[in-house]
């Protein structure tokens, strides 16, 4: 085995995490604290932002840059990279785990979902890796890149046209960059989480779909008692950048069905096609009204 192949130590690294105010990246920034990383911590949120930091120092965990930023916004990565490479030196470890969600049927789906997805979901990690990687080729001392993405970068999940245009666009940077930077040491992880219960799940909003329903409550509930915790999550992910694998899975139904994908595509779409309709009988009336109105 290579030695840069072995397992990726994260004690004494410099770490990048956005979106570490909440959900995955908050749990993602106090798990790596815990190996001894030096945390830089960025979120579009400046006081939860700065609780997070607070919370790590505490644990005894040490923080260096922390800065509310969007990551949409290129000229503001661009500083926050340039600031944090000028004070830090070169990153050894850049965490992309900002993103936002808006789901929706095609009809109902407005362009400024679309647009937000891409925007913040694709764009943003890429303004992440403009910013950062060229320092950490630069230094010529290896890393890791770990974008993530999503179970709706790797499968068709209902309703998430908008949110898979930005996901399976991460999924395509990572898998360009996993080979194109391995010659600089730098491994690339993406990890594709499936259910994770953070309190987005429970004020979702989804364009044309009433999620105040009993049906949809009741799917709501599946989905929740499938889910993972963001602590558990976090485990998951470190655990994929220490090993370097490029898939991390946070749960095991995404990874069968990631298999089954591949191995048995006849039995991808069945189950596709079930979860479809399981989902579509929970649109409110007035949507499959208007539907009705336009067949």
């Known amino acids: ?10 004690a004494g690294r410099d770490v990048l995490v956005t979106g570490a105010a909440s959900g995955i990246g908050r ?30 120092r505490a644990a005894g965990g040490e923080v260096g840059l922390v800065r509310a930023a969007d990551v949409s916004d290129r000229t503001a990565v661009l500083a926050l990279g340039a600031d944090l490479t000028a004070a830090h030196g070169p990153m050894d470890v850049v965490m992309n785990v900002a993103g936002i969600s808006a789901w929706g049927t095609v009809r109902s789906l407005e ?32 890393g890791a890149l770990v974008n993530v993405s999503s179970a709706a970068g790797i499968i068709a999940m209902p ?19 996993r080979f194109d930077l391995a010659k600089h040491r730098i491994r690339v992880s993406l990890v594709c989480p499936g259910g994770v219960a953070t309190p987005l799940t429970e004020t979702v909003q989804i364009a044309g779909v009433d999620t105040t329903t009993p049906r949809f409550r009741r799917l ?15 485990e998951s992910i470190v655990a994929g950048v220490r ?6 899975y946070t749960s095991t139904d995404i ?24 989902a579509n009988a929970a649109l409110p009336e007035v949507e499959r009204a208007r539907r009705a109105e336009v067949a």
């Open 220 to 234: 709501l509930g599946r989905f929740r008692s499938h889910a993972v915790t963001p602590e558990q999550a976090a």
């Open 27 to 56: 749990a993602v920034a106090l798990r790596v604290a815990r190996d001894g990383a030096r945390l830089h911590l960025t979120d579009l949120r400046e006081e939860p932002l700065r609780a997070v930091a607070a919370e790590v």
């Open 159 to 177: 309703w998430h046209a908008a949110y898979s245009a930005s996901k399976f666009g991460l999924r395509g940077v990572s898998e360009v960059l």
């Open 111 to 142: 362009h400024h979902h679309w647009r937000s997805m891409v925007d913040v979901n694709l764009m943003g990690p890429i303004h992440v890796i403009e910013a950062l990687l060229p320092p950490m080729v630069d230094a010529g001392r290896g």
């Open 255 to 278: 990874r069968l069905l990631h298999l089954l994908q591949r191995l048995f595509p006849p039995g991808y779409r069945l189950a596709m096609t079930v979860f479809h309709r399981a």
């Open 243 to 248: 090993k370097g694998r490029f898939w991390v």
């Open 1 to 10: 085995m290579p030695p840069w192949r072995r397992t990726f130590d994260l």
